[in-house]
């Protein structure tokens, strides 16, 4: 009896702890192709009938091999993102990717993927990269060249920056979520709409609220194509 019991707890904590590590629901077939016309909500998206899954689902002429433009770029870089919505063959598969393109002293500022850990490689040129812990918020940063590999854990703030004055850098990123999500720190503290009460933000960054209306005034734009 206590042998069974035992066999049973550690069956229940197997099945919580990989339920609690999973950024995205398990596979439960060999593919299930993002039905984007589907009226029915789901979290994901519901599974195109097999029958109708061509190998066209599973393929983008995503010309990941050409430069990207930075230059209208306020940040000078350029994101470009395959997740399942560009490419349906990847609904519950765990995973994405994106190219990144820097200009030369450009940079991909802070922010999070909520549901996705990062793994980067330097295709060209060098990256000054680094994430933030939670509280007390420790920074891991590293000086990054041609070939090298970096992991950004899953929720943390991470930047990416050029510090080439002359030479464009550009990275791929694997993504462990269909969807990752990117929350930009500043984009999210100063250009939400509505905005963040002022009060709230000048307390926050303990600075005058004069400070805050002109950030708020600024035009956050969106590096990610």
């Given at each position: 009896?206590?042998t069974?019991?035992?066999?049973?707890?550690?069956?229940?904590v197997?099945?919580?702890?990989?339920?609690?590590?999973a950024?995205?629901?398990?596979p439960?077939q060999?593919?299930?192709?993002?039905?984007k016309?589907?009226?029915?909500?789901?979290?994901?998206?519901?599974?195109?009938?097999p029958?109708?899954?061509?190998?066209?689902?599973?393929f983008?002429?995503?010309?990941?091999?050409?430069p990207?433009?930075?230059?209208?770029?306020?940040?000078?870089?350029n994101?470009t993102?395959?997740?399942?919505?560009?490419l349906?063959g990847?609904?519950?598969?765990?995973?994405?990717?994106?190219?990144?393109?820097?200009?030369?002293?450009?940079?991909?500022?802070?922010?999070t993927h909520?549901?996705?850990?990062?793994?980067?490689?330097?295709?060209?040129?060098?990256?000054?990269?680094?994430?933030?812990?939670?509280?007390?918020?420790?920074?891991?940063?590293?000086?990054l060249?041609?070939?090298?590999?970096?992991?950004?854990?899953?929720?943390?703030?991470?930047?990416q920056?050029?510090?080439?004055?002359?030479?464009?850098?550009?990275?791929?990123?694997?993504?462990?979520?269909?969807?990752?999500?990117?929350?930009?720190?500043?984009?999210?503290?100063?250009?939400?709409?509505?905005?963040?009460?002022?009060?709230?933000?000048?307390?926050?960054?303990?600075?005058?609220?004069?400070?805050?209306?002109?950030?708020q005034?600024?035009?956050?734009?969106n590096?990610h194509?």
């Amino acid at each position: 009896m206590a042998t069974s019991s035992y066999f049973l707890l550690a069956a229940f904590v197997a099945l919580v702890t990989s339920q609690a590590i999973a950024s995205d629901p398990s596979p439960l077939q060999d593919f299930c192709v993002a039905d984007k016309h589907s009226p029915v909500k789901v979290n994901g998206f519901v599974c195109k009938d097999p029958m109708a899954v061509n190998a066209d689902d599973f393929f983008k002429a995503a010309e990941l091999d050409k430069p990207r433009d930075t230059k209208a770029s306020k940040v000078g870089s350029n994101v470009t993102l395959i997740n399942v919505m560009q490419l349906p063959g990847l609904n519950t598969l765990g995973i994405s990717l994106a190219r990144i393109d820097y200009a030369p002293l450009g940079e991909n500022p802070p922010h999070t993927h909520p549901r996705a850990t990062e793994i980067l490689t330097v295709l060209e040129g060098t990256l000054y990269v680094g994430f933030v812990t939670s509280n007390p918020n420790q920074l891991f940063a590293k000086v990054l060249n041609k070939g090298d590999v970096f992991v950004f854990p899953q929720g943390l703030i991470h930047f990416q920056f050029n510090p080439d004055h002359y030479k464009p850098a550009v990275a791929i990123a694997g993504l462990s979520s269909q969807n990752p999500g990117v929350i930009t720190i500043a984009n999210a503290v100063f250009g939400s709409k509505p905005p963040i009460s002022d009060d709230v933000l000048a307390k926050a960054f303990q600075v005058e609220k004069g400070t805050i209306d002109w950030l708020q005034a600024q035009f956050w734009e969106n590096n990610h194509y």
